[in-house]
């Protein structure tokens, strides 16, 4: 269920690689409202979802290194 939330920054990473690379102009609405509905679509997520707690040291290897490839698949896929 993090890596989806997190894969969900796909939203905002387009956003602003429109405005950076395009030259795009958004206005502070524009903004709040990417920020709210990238919020939203997590909600959503998080309430069906059950991450287990007390995870083990290669556990937590392989969830930092799965954070890693959705961040990067988050800022990838706003080309």
Same mark, same amino acid.
């Given at each position: 269920? #993090?890596?989806?939330?997190?894969?969900?920054?796909?939203?905002? #990473?387009?956003?602003? &690689?429109?405005? #950076?690379?395009?030259?795009?102009? &958004?206005?502070?609405?524009?903004?709040?409202?990417?920020?709210?509905?990238?919020c939203g679509v997590g909600v959503v997520q998080v309430s069906g979802s059950s991450d287990r707690a007390g995870a083990s040291d290669d556990e937590d290897r392989n969830r930092f290194v799965g954070l890693v490839a959705v961040l990067s698949a988050a800022c990838t896929s706003g080309f």
């Amino acid at each position: 269920a #993090t890596y989806q939330i997190l894969y969900q920054l796909k939203i905002l #990473t387009t956003a602003v &690689f429109s405005a #950076t690379m395009l030259g795009r102009r &958004f206005s502070r609405t524009k903004w709040a409202s990417l920020v709210v509905l990238t919020c939203g679509v997590g909600v959503v997520q998080v309430s069906g979802s059950s991450d287990r707690a007390g995870a083990s040291d290669d556990e937590d290897r392989n969830r930092f290194v799965g954070l890693v490839a959705v961040l990067s698949a988050a800022c990838t896929s706003g080309f």
